[in-house]
Structure formats: structure tokens, C-alpha cells
């Protein structure tokens, strides 16, 4: 089962809900997972600037009232993979926790241009992949977290992929949405010369 966690809904972002996704974004995910299945779409409304534990407390609020949703249809042994965007990440990681608590397998999640990514505090179970991806001249992740240039980054994540972006300054923070299948197709190889990257 994917699940979708959309970023702030405001300044210009489509939505929430499916249409926060680039459609041939949402295909590349499926076949990157191969999971046919259904995805799961978050709609949230994020307060603007709020904090990234508040955010995590709601994550995990969150996933129990909708827990009959989120399981809806799972045989007990499918897992679970994440795909979070912005101020979702921190939601995600909520989420993450109660549905390990009641056995579920997060087998990975993805996190892209977190923001206040150095504020999310995540316990991370052995079998599950952690991928943090962020662009270095993003002006959400960097400008408005007020400390530009410095490299937050996901606690224990796996790979840490850096790269700049080549999108125009108002793109930018949505550039690995927007650009689609191709975000998953190099993806992998992108995560192999990260290695070296991360501290474990």
C-alpha cells in the first residue's frame, strides 16, 4: 500500500488529495514499488510554520481515526510504503509510529524537501528503508526554516541525496513532484552514490 502525504495546501500548491501529485509522479511510484494497488491520498491543511513534533503528534492522531481507511482491503502481511512531501514528513513519521504498534511493516518511506526535517525525531525498525531527498537551493526548506545553506537532515535515514535544482526559484520546493516518473527511474542510482553520504 502507498500512502501519499501531501505539503502545505497554500502559495500558489494545488490541493490536497490526489491532485497534490503530478499524475505520472503517482505512476512512477507504482511501478518503482511494484504495487498496483490503490494509493492512499492524504487531504491536510497544515497551520502555516507550525512545529514539526506538533506535526508528528497529529500524524499519529491521525492514523487512528482513520485507521479503518488506511488498512482497508491489506492482508496482514502487505507492507506499507511512504511518500512525503514538505510539511508532511513530519506527519508521516506520526502515522508511522501507530501503525507499528499495531504490526504493520513500513518496509520504506520517502521523504521529500522535509521541512523542519532536523526537528522530526523517528525510532526506526530494522527492515525498513528511510530515503531523504532534499534540494539545496529549495527556498522553503532553507529560507524559511531561517538558517539557508545548512544541511538538516531525516534521523536515521538510509541515504541522503542532496542535489540542487535546476527549477526556477517558485518551483523548486515541488520540483521532484513535478518532475514526475523520472524522480523514480533515477532514484535508485541516485541513492547508490549516496552512500558514502550517510552517517550511520
Known sequence: MLIFFNG????????????????NFIRGAKSY??????????????????????RQTEGYEYARDNYKSL????????????????????????????????????ETMVFLNSFQSDKIKMNK????????????????????DLSWGHDRKIENADFKIREKSNNNLSYRHRG????GNEFWDNLSKKCAASKTQVKR
Open 8 to 23: 502545505y495546501l497554500g502559495f500558489g500548491s494545488p490541493q490536497g488529495g490526489r491532485v497534490y501529485w503530478n499524475e
Open 33 to 54: 514499488f511494484n504495487d498496483q494497488s490503490y494509493p492512499y491520498f492524504t487531504d491536510i491543511d497544515y497551520r502555516p510554520f507550525s512545529f514539526a513534533s506538533k
Open 71 to 106: 488498512i482497508d482491503g491489506l492482508n496482514a502481511d502487505e507492507p506499507f510504503r511512504i511518500i512525503a512531501h514538505s510539511m508532511g514528513s513530519a506527519l508521516a513519521v506520526g502515522t508511522k509510529k501507530l501503525l507499528e504498534e499495531r504490526g504493520w511493516k513500513i
Open 125 to 144: 525498525k530494522e527492515g525498513t528503508l528511510i530515503i531523504d531527498y532534499q534540494n539545496t537551493n529549495d527556498p522553503v526548506t532553507n529560507g524559511f
Open 176 to 179: 521532484p513532484i513535478s518532475s
